[in-house]
Each structure stands twice: as C-alpha cells, then as structure tokens.
C-alpha cells in the first residue's frame, strides 16, 4: 500500500498569504496525484489532478507540482474561503486508492 | 448539472447490514466508474470501493472484502453498496463519487453530500 503523509498537520497563515502544502508518498507515484478541499461540514472537492491539473471551476490561485515522491500544492494568496482541510490521493498503485490524512489550513 | 444524493444510512448494531444508494444525474450514468469513499467522525477520507461503468469490474479495499458489494443498475442510474457483519470501525459518513475517467484514471468528481452510517449496540 502506498503511504501517502502530508504535512504540516496544521498550518496557520493570514488571507492574502501564500500557502505551501505537502505531500510525501511512500513510493514513486510518478505524476499520479489529485488534491481536494473539504470546508467543515461540506462535501470534498477535487481541486487537482495528476499533480498539476486543476478540476473544472477551481481558481489560478491554486497550483498544483512534483513528481516521484513529493508533491506539493500551493495556494497563491488566501482567500477567506480557501480556510478548510486539503487531503491528497494517489491513483498509481490500486487498489487500495489511499489519502493522505489531511491538512488543516487555518487562519 | 451533476447530482449524487446517497440514502439508506443509519443505525445499526454490530453484525447487521445496510444497503446504501446513490441516485445520479446531470450525466450519462452508464459511462462512468463509481466509487464509495468513507470518513469516519472527525478523521480523513478512505476510499471503499469502485465498479467499471459495465459493472463488470469491482474493487475493494481489504478491510470491507468478503463484508461489502457495491453494484450498479444503469437502467435506474443507480450506484449501491450492500454491507453485511458491520463493524463498529464501519461508523462513518458514506459518499458516493464520480470517476471522471476510469480509462486515464481514478479520482474523484464530484462527490455526493453523504449518508450517515452508526455502527453501534
């Protein structure tokens, strides 16, 4: 099973910031990584696939690069709404499709 | 506009079983792979299970193998997951999401709003 740990568990930075999130898989997963967003109480939301692809209707502010191991996603300058959880997903190796176990961005 | 609505969550006590469901729309259903990702109270996602858009295929995490069957009628644009002998670890809210391209890939898009599952005596 592929590992995937993201860090740091929390981040706490200002609107108009910019945030740096990563994620380590414990195997080379090439460019095979989607992020999403989950706000409390609301459903996840693809953000990023295959690393640097962003999902229909998400902002230029989010950016997505890596590859091989390490990958990170990064938000240009925060938004009020962009306060909310960030998990990341590999598809190289499945089954099992694995999460990482979230990042926490808060103000 | 795509919609997902899962249904068929509740309490249930240890050993029992449930059948959820998901009713989509906004899309053609019959193309696309579908998945159940769970989260359990305050913790962070894990991926179920997945079926090809035929039904042909299915794929499960270890954990819920030999427990849980998801299958799919295209006829009624619905996606189901039968679960027997539920575990008190099964707790957790159920979704239902859209593999935008199994061929390419899996990931997941959009995701329903969930169904609550309660494992519990």
């Known amino acids: 099973e592929t590992v995937l740990t993201q860090s740091p568990a929390t981040l706490s930075l200002s609107p108009g910031e910019r945030a740096t999130l990563s994620c380590r898989a414990s195997q080379d997963i090439s460019i095979y990584l989607a992020w999403y967003q989950q706000k409390p109480g609301q459903t996840p939301r693809l953000l990023i696939y295959?690393?640097?692809n962003r999902a229909t209707g998400i902002p230029a502010r989010f950016s997505g690069s890596g590859s091989g191991t390490d990958f990170t996603l990064t938000i240009s300058s925060l938004e009020p709404e962009d306060f909310a959880v960030y998990y990341c997903q590999q598809r190289k190796y499945w089954p099992p499709i694995t999460f990482g176990q979230g990042t926490r961005l808060e103000i | 506009e795509v919609q997902l609505v899962e249904s068929g969550g509740g309490l249930v006590q240890p050993g029992g079983s449930l059948r959820l469901s998901c009713a989509a729309s906004g899309f053609t259903f019959s193309s696309c792979a579908m998945s159940w990702v769970r989260q359990a109270p305050g913790k962070g996602l894990e991926w179920v299970s997945t079926i090809t858009n035929s039904g042909g295929n299915t794929y499960y995490t270890n954990s819920v193998k030999g427990r849980f069957t998801i299958s799919r009628d295209n006829s009624q644009n619905t996606l189901y997951l039968q679960m027997n002998n539920l575990r008190a670890e099964d707790t957790a809210i159920y979704y239902c999401a859209k593999v935008p391209n199994f061929a390419v890939g899996v990931w997941f898009d959009p995701w329903g709003r969930g169904t609550l599952v309660t494992v519990s005596s």
């Open positions: 295959d690393t640097s």
